[in-house]
Every structure is written in structure tokens, then in C-alpha cells.
């Protein structure tokens, strides 16, 4: 098991909050995330964000413009994530000659944090060359500073 974590982020575009590419040998299942934001307080300043979770299978293209965080394992003594991980991505990924498949939407209230576990059979699970993103497909109102937890388990590898 794995955390990535982002701290004090400016949301102001479409964004790709994470995107995860699977190691060559193993898959990985996403279990949760968090979103908070630290900005905006108050009913005058209230939004409500789209947020939508995408699979990138075959030749898809990353996004651009963000960081390369580092996964920590959740146990000390575990091996380093064997894929790859950016955050907040200001480019988003596209899906090239592979196909973005759209798994699920969210609408997050910013005023209030978000956290969301999938039960195990509703994990979304990536395998060797495919890619997974927490996406928010929109524009805010104005900017916005977030932070962000995402929890992901490497299985092979």
C-alpha cells in the first residue's frame, strides 16, 4: 500500500489531480482518496467541482505540467512503487491512438472535504500499460488551494 500526497496546490483550470501509470509487472488497485480545500470559505464562495475517474488503455498520451510525486509505502519496510506517478497535471491526458474510458463522476462541494473509499469489488484496477486519472474536467470560479491524498495498492512487481 501506497499514499501520495499534495499540499497546498492552486486549482484554478482543468486539471488531472493524479495519473498513475501501472508498473510493467504488476497492476495496481486504487482504494481512496481525499481532497480538501483550504481558500474558499463561506456560502458566497461556495462551488460545486465535477470530478470524474478515467482508465487510459493502449497508446494513450500523459498529461503535462505538473509534479512527480513520490508514492510512500504505507508500510516502512516495503520495496518503492514500481510505476509511475504524477499530480496535478495542468495538461490533461489524452487518449492518442488508445481509448479514454470515463468509470465514474463525482460532485465535490468545496466547501466541505471530500473522501471517497471504493469497496473491493468496485476498485478500479490498472494493468501493465494502462492509466488512471482523478480529473476534474472544468474551470473553478475563481482560484482554489487544495490538498489531495490518493491510496493505492501494488500487487506484482
Not at 483550470?13 to 481558500?39: C, M, N, W, Y
Amino acid at each position: 500500500m501506497y499514499t501520495i500526497q499534495t499540499n497546498g496546490v492552486t486549482l484554478d483550470e482543468i486539471r488531472d489531480f493524479f495519473e498513475i501509470l501501472a508498473p510493467t509487472d504488476g497492476i495496481v488497485k486504487i482504494h481512496g482518496f481525499s481532497l480538501l480545500q483550504t481558500s474558499d470559505v463561506g456560502d458566497a464562495a461556495e462551488e460545486i467541482l465535477r470530478l470524474q475517474t478515467i482508465r487510459g488503455e493502449g497508446s494513450v498520451t500523459s498529461g503535462s505540467g505538473g509534479s512527480t510525486p513520490t508514492a510512500a509505502p504505507v508500510d516502512g519496510g516495503d520495496a518503492a512503487f514500481g510505476g509511475t506517478v504524477e499530480a496535478n497535471n495542468t495538461t490533461a491526458m489524452v487518449a492518442g491512438s488508445g481509448t479514454l474510458v470515463t468509470l465514474e463522476q463525482f460532485g465535490w462541494n468545496v466547501r466541505i472535504p471530500m473522501m471517497h473509499w471504493w469497496t473491493p469489488e468496485t476498485r478500479p484496477v490498472i494493468t501493465p500499460g494502462e492509466r488512471w486519472v482523478l480529473n476534474s474536467p472544468g474551470d473553478t470560479v475563481d482560484p482554489l488551494t487544495f490538498s489531495s491524498t490518493l491510496w493505492l495498492e501494488e500487487i506484482g512487481g
